[in-house]
């Protein structure tokens, strides 16, 4: 299988643990607009409403007692494929399962890793709107302090960010709940193989944002089971 560009060294964050890849248009506009028609149409029951987002299981709901597999549908199949072709995933821990994620202005996500759940190889094609993800070196579980910000990438529309190793394991990540940001040169790492040109101090307006994040999930079952 042909790979694509994201494994050259070129898209490699550099300044962070060198488990992060960053490849701006990884989709086209028009698939891009394509993803964002698919995800609006999906039946409300589709939808899970939480406090501050709502979101679309797709591929079954992860659970520790194993995840009922189910068939993606072609449409988001085909973006599935498009990251494998990456050569990011070994063929025995391919993606079965996408999160989509909603975010409207204003709307973050608090500090987290995907733990255990997850082979730890996390990628995310991001449409609508761009944003930023900030990360925090994950305390000793005795520690109570606040972590410190520790860098932040700009992920831009129809770009696909990879992460692996070191910054699954070690740092969380988060999204402020703030509906515009500012550039900062000394906090995003990523902003010299971003697609676009941005100015220190630039305002960047938040829109609808819609991220895909396409994962493996190692424990599944093709039988229905009793969780509760």
Not at 104 to 121: E, T, V
Request: proline share 6%.
């Amino acid at each position: 299988m042909e790979k694509h560009k994201c494994v050259f060294a070129e898209n490699i964050i550099q300044e962070v643990p060198a488990s992060a890849i960053y490849v701006p248009n990884f989709i086209t506009k028009e698939e891009e607009v394509e993803i964002i028609k698919h995800i609006n149409n999906a039946p409300l029951p589709k939808w899970t409403q939480l406090s501050h987002r709502r979101l679309q299981n797709w591929g079954g709901i992860p659970h520790p007692k194993g995840m009922i597999a189910e068939k993606i549908p072609i449409w988001l199949q085909k973006y599935v494929d498009k990251v494998s072709s990456c050569g990011i995933f070994e063929n025995d821990k391919l993606p079965n399962h996408v999160l989509i994620n909603e975010y409207l202005p204003g709307q973050g996500i608090m500090a987290h890793s995907d733990g255990p759940l997850f082979h730890p190889i996390v990628t995310t094609i991001n449409c609508g709107s761009h944003t930023l993800l900030d990360f925090y070196k994950r305390l000793d579980t005795t520690q109570v302090q606040q972590p410190n910000l520790e860098f932040s990438f700009l992920l831009e529309r129809r770009s696909l960010l990879i992460l692996q190793e070191d910054l699954y394991h070690c740092y969380l990540h988060s999204i402020a709940v703030r509906d515009a940001d500012i550039v900062s040169r000394h906090t995003i790492k990523n902003l010299n193989i971003c697609g676009e040109q941005f100015t220190k101090g630039q305002l960047l307006k938040r829109d609808v944002r819609l991220s895909l994040t396409i994962r493996h999930v190692p424990k599944t079952s093709k039988l229905k089971l009793k969780i509760g």
